[in-house]
């Protein structure tokens, strides 16, 4: 599966911003799907992942609470719904898919949209 990240932008602390997560072809319904993070210097961290059907979610800590990760298997699409974002939130993030549940690594990843915050 092809997966293609959009929906970054600047904007100040405070903000609201949606991420989407397009999939080329509808075997992303069968698969798990992740968002990751990367800021520059800094290794790449989780940020939140759902399961095939949306039924289970995890977040990091960091982000609970202020960030929501949903999917509309219809559309083959997913998306992460980032509110009161911080400027800590800077980042380049990136989605991720796989057919197992929260895998060491994800097998298919698309490329990454950057998503600025100024204070």
């Known amino acids: 599966v092809q997966l293609q990240a959009s929906g970054g932008g600047l904007v100040q602390a405070g903000s609201s911003l949606r991420l989407s997560c397009a999939a080329s072809d509808r075997t992303f319904r069968s698969y798990h799907m992740g968002w990751f993070r990367q800021a520059p210097g800094k290794e790449r961290e989780f940020v939140a992942a759902?399961?095939?059907?949306?039924?289970?979610?995890r977040y990091a800590d960091s982000v609970k609470g202020r960030f929501a990760i949903s999917r509309d298997n219809s559309k083959n699409t997913g998306y992460l719904q980032m509110n009161s974002l911080k400027p800590e939130d800077t980042a380049v993030y990136y989605c991720?898919?796989?057919?197992?549940?929260?895998?060491?690594?994800?097998?298919?990843w698309g490329q990454g949209t950057q998503v600025t915050v100024s204070s």
């Open positions: 759902i399961n095939w059907s949306g039924a289970m979610t």
């Open positions: 991720a898919a796989d057919l197992t549940w929260l895998p060491l690594e994800y097998n298919y």
